[in-house]
Structure formats: C-alpha cells, structure tokens
C-alpha cells in the first residue's frame, strides 16, 4: 500500500492504493480517495498563526522568560537577551534564582510558589544581576501555563527595566531628606553667665 497526496487546484485529496493479487501476482489496483481539503486548510491556519506568534516573540520589545516548575529558564526572547546580557544558548537550563542578588532569591522563592499556586504574578520587583555583573531593577507579571489535568506545564511572565525609576525615586528620597534638615531650626549657642 502507498500514500500519496494529490492537489487538484483548492482540493486535496489522500489517495491510497491497494494491490490485488492473484496467484502472488498484482493483476490490478485498488485506489481509495480521500478529501483532506478541510484539514489541509486548517493545518495551513494553523501554520500561519504559529508563524505569526513566532515572529511576536521574536520581534517584541518585551523582555519574556518562560519556567519550569522547579524555576529553570525554559525560554527567553531576543529582549530578554539584550536587556540582560546573557545568551539562550548559555541560560536556558539555568536556575533563574541563580542570576539574582541575595535578597531577590528569597522574595523569588516566595513569590513563585504563590505563583505557581495562584495562576499569575502581578508587579514583584527583583534585582537581576546582568551578565556583566551589573544590577538591574525589573518589574515582573506573568501567567501559568496548566495541563489539561491541571499540573503546571511552564510559566510565561514579562519583564519591564526600572533601574531608572528606582533610581530616581532614591535621589528624590535623598533629596527630601536633605531639604528637611534645612528646614529644621538648629540653634548653635553657649551662654556664659557670671557667677555671683
């Protein structure tokens, strides 16, 4: 039997064929048609829209990162890599925690697991040490991604730099603090009085 496929202008048909033998000798063929077209069509969209979603991951000026339940990088796009520094090739597989200072480790684990439990993770902010060894502030948002029998198949969670905005929002502290210590009254004096 072969399977062969045949597109007769927006149609298309799986044709499999059938020897008939007699005396151990093929005397004819048996052809059975099938219209794919239907199929063929969706299986098309469908190539289309994986195309299309492809190219957004590929193209998005948001940095993503997809995990796995222990918190190993699965994925990251091209803005993750150039906001972070590192490479897909050298991440993936790498325990997330790892490119994190200190603190951030311990407010991750904590988060993650209310993550994992909760389905979502809205506005957590972590220090990120770059490849460089430079620290960066991100704000985080992410959904997760459930088996259709409800285990936990990967997370999907964005990123946005604030590095910028916490360091403003530090020089606007500092400033505050030195502005009100001028304006609290400082009085410098010694009094002498005589002795009677």
């Not at 829209?49 to 193209?59: A, D, G, I, V």
């Not at 091209?78 to 897909?88: C, F, I, L, Q, R």
Request: with cysteine.
């Amino acid at each position: 039997m072969a399977i062969f496929f045949y597109y007769l202008g927006q149609m298309c048909l799986k044709i499999h064929n059938y020897p008939i033998k007699k005396n151990g000798k093929i005397v004819t063929l048996r052809y059975l048609a099938v219209n794919i077209t239907e199929h063929e069509n969706k299986l098309h969209a469908l190539t289309g829209k994986e195309y299309h979603y492809r190219q957004f991951f590929l193209n998005s000026p948001i940095p993503y990162q997809s995990l796995n339940n222990e918190g190993v990088i699965l994925d990251v796009n091209p803005a993750w890599e150039k906001n972070t520094g590192y490479y897909h090739e050298e991440i993936v597989g790498k325990y997330f925690k790892s490119i994190l200072d200190d603190d951030s480790q311990e407010k991750f684990k904590k988060n993650f697991s209310l993550y994992k439990e909760k389905g979502e993770i809205n506005n957590v902010d972590l220090k990120l040490r770059k490849k460089n060894g430079d620290t960066i502030y991100v704000h985080y948002f992410g959904k997760v991604e459930y088996a259709d029998d409800g285990t936990f198949l990967r997370s999907h969670a964005v990123f946005t730099d604030i590095t910028a905005q916490k360091k403003a929002e530090e020089t606007l502290k500092n400033r505050r603090k030195d502005s009100e210590s001028l304006m609290q009254p400082k009085i410098n004096f010694s009094l002498s009085l005589p002795m009677i």
